[in-house]
């Protein structure tokens, strides 16, 4: 393989820089403060989830580039969803149902690797939060006590930024919060990260996610029909893990979806 250029990277990410590494490969170049332990525990999830028969991107080694530690990456050549989105706004009922599909044929995936159970994060988190006063937390606790844990692949932030639209097929990216556990709660981590999104923004923007959001639903319910009512309980504990977050703009509205 040969050394990338560093006149511009393909793309910027709080904790990395992406390059072009060669035709076939990109270099995900991890700024100095990342530990090499992140690193590698995101190099053993990537190998797992690729693995377990996702469509994900293969991780081919570790390398240190320039006193920097990164992962290089099979390469594909594409745009996000997100990217397509914004390009084609009058395909979001087709892109919804496009991010259903994905998602569902992700969680067709058993995963057997040695990765953090689901629903052991989400007891953590709902600990940690400090938001959540009073009996809010011992209700999110015990609601969550009876529901299936799972052994399915969950990406825990599956959202239109993160799937890689290619030839008509998509690659899903970045796995750091990857989890084995129970597909439902996945799917109502996406509700809250899609309409917590929406809450933030004027009439407009609103509007729009909604209605992907609604295409998504719709799609992911009609190949697992089974499941509608289940999802629904997990989404006042999925909101209460994501103020452990502490994002101050989502607050009122996560909380107001844990009290439900």
Same mark, same amino acid.
């Given at each position: 393989?040969?050394t990338?250029?560093f006149?511009?990277?393909?793309a910027r990410?709080?904790?990395?820089?992406? @390059?072009?590494?060669d035709?076939?490969?990109?270099?995900?170049? @991890?700024?100095?403060?990342?530990?090499?332990?992140?690193?590698e525990?995101?190099f053993?999830i990537?190998?797992?989830v690729?693995?377990?028969?996702?469509? !994900?991107?293969a991780?081919?080694?570790?390398?240190?580039?320039?006193?920097r530690?990164g992962?290089?990456?099979?390469?594909?050549?594409?745009?996000? =969803?997100?990217?397509?989105?914004?390009?084609?706004?009058?395909?979001?009922?087709?892109l $919804?149902?496009?991010?259903?599909?994905?998602?569902?044929?992700?969680h067709?995936?058993?995963?057997?690797?040695?990765?953090?159970v689901?629903?052991?994060?989400?007891?953590?988190?709902?600990?940690?939060?400090k938001?959540?006063? $009073?009996?809010?937390?011992p209700?999110?606790l015990?609601?969550?006590?009876?529901?299936s844990?799972?052994?399915?692949?969950?990406? $825990?932030?599956?959202?239109?930024?993160?799937?890689?639209?290619?030839?008509?097929?998509? =690659?899903?990216?970045?796995?750091i919060?990857?989890?084995r556990?129970?597909?439902?709660?996945?799917?109502?981590r996406t !509700?809250?990260?899609?309409?917590?999104?929406?809450?933030?923004?004027?009439?407009? =923007?609103?509007?729009f996610?909604?209605?992907?959001?609604?295409?998504?639903?719709?799609e992911y319910?009609?190949?697992?029909p089974?499941?509608?009512?289940?999802?629904?309980k997990?989404?006042p504990?999925?909101?209460?893990?994501?103020?452990?977050?502490n994002?101050?703009?989502?607050?009122?509205?996560?909380?107001?979806?844990?009290?439900?």
């Open positions: 393989m040969n990338p250029s006149d511009l990277p393909i990410g709080r904790t990395a820089e992406v @390059f072009a590494w035709e076939q490969h990109i270099l995900k170049l @991890f700024h100095d403060w990342f530990s090499l332990e992140d690193i525990y995101e053993k990537a190998k797992a690729h693995a377990s028969g996702v469509k !994900s991107p991780v081919k080694e570790i390398v240190q580039v320039n006193g530690n992962l290089v990456y099979e390469r594909i050549h594409g745009e996000t =969803m997100f990217a397509l989105l914004k390009r084609r706004p009058w395909r979001v009922f087709h $919804g149902t496009l991010l259903a599909q994905y998602h569902f044929q992700m067709t995936c058993n995963f057997d690797a040695e990765v953090p689901l629903k052991d994060k989400l007891r953590n988190r709902l600990k940690r939060a938001a959540l006063l $009073g009996p809010i937390q209700r999110l015990d609601a969550l006590g009876p529901l844990a799972g052994n399915k692949v969950c990406h $825990g932030d599956f959202h239109p930024g993160n799937i890689l639209l290619a030839n008509d097929s998509a =690659m899903v990216i970045d796995w919060d990857a989890s556990g129970n597909p439902l709660a996945d799917v109502a !509700s809250v990260l899609a309409l917590g999104a929406a809450s933030t923004f004027g009439s407009g =923007m609103k509007l996610i909604k209605l992907f959001h609604a295409a998504y639903l719709k319910f009609r190949l697992s089974a499941g509608k009512e289940e999802y629904r997990w989404i504990i999925v909101a209460g893990a994501r103020l452990d977050e994002i101050p703009e989502l607050k009122t509205w996560l909380l107001e979806q844990a009290r439900a």
